[in-house]
């Protein structure tokens, strides 16, 4: 359905605000205006959970995740920032593979199946956006997805 995908990120954020440990600071960093995107919620929700849960994951504590979001054009940029234990540089692209776990002895003692993000990919790419990471080993990752904005000048043509 039509979203303001902003007032939707709060509401995601507030969610894990209410729920994660006080240790983990989430920033927001995002425009007041409605940038109106075509979700479906319920995957949507699954993104951002993946996404989040990984960037509280594979962060020491007290470690603060910064949201951003931004118009590019005809798109909807979204940012979820960490400053956590990074990906080597080799592995980053690896990371949205089906079963895919950089640093074999570090994830196995953090556990996890390497699907969130595969999956992540999949719903994002559904919804006709795109989905990267940046991350430098020892200081953080930034996960970046892009969603198609509605174009109202183009309704009805
Ligand atoms: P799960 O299926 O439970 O999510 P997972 O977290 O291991 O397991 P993915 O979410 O797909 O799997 O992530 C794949 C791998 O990418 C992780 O094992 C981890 O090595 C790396 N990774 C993902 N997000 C981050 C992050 N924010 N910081 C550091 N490494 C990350
Ligand atoms: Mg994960």
């Known amino acids: 359905e039509q979203t303001d995908f902003i007032s939707f990120l709060h509401q995601v954020i507030d969610r894990f605000e209410m729920n994660a440990s006080e240790k983990i600071e989430l920033k927001r ?20 959970d993946n996404i989040i849960s990984n960037a509280i994951k594979y962060s020491p504590e007290g470690g603060t995740i910064h949201f951003k979001a931004s118009k590019q054009r005809n798109q909807l940029l979204v940012t979820v920032s960490d ?11 690896k990371i949205f593979e089906r079963f895919y776990r950089a640093d074999k002895a570090r994830s196995r ?6 699907l969130g993000l595969a999956i992540t990919r999949e719903f994002i790419e559904a919804h006709h956006g795109n989905i990267w990471a940046k991350s430098k080993e020892g200081k953080g990752t930034t996960i970046l997805f892009t969603l198609p904005l509605v174009n109202k000048k183009r309704r009805g043509k």
Do not use: A, F, R
């Open 29 to 48: 960093d995002l425009p007041n205006g409605k940038y109106e995107v075509w979700i479906d919620k319920d995957k949507m929700i699954q993104v951002l």
């Open 109 to 114: 003692k953090i556990g996890g199946t390497g």
């Open 83 to 93: 400053q956590g234990t990074g990906i080597p540089y080799d592995k980053v692209d």
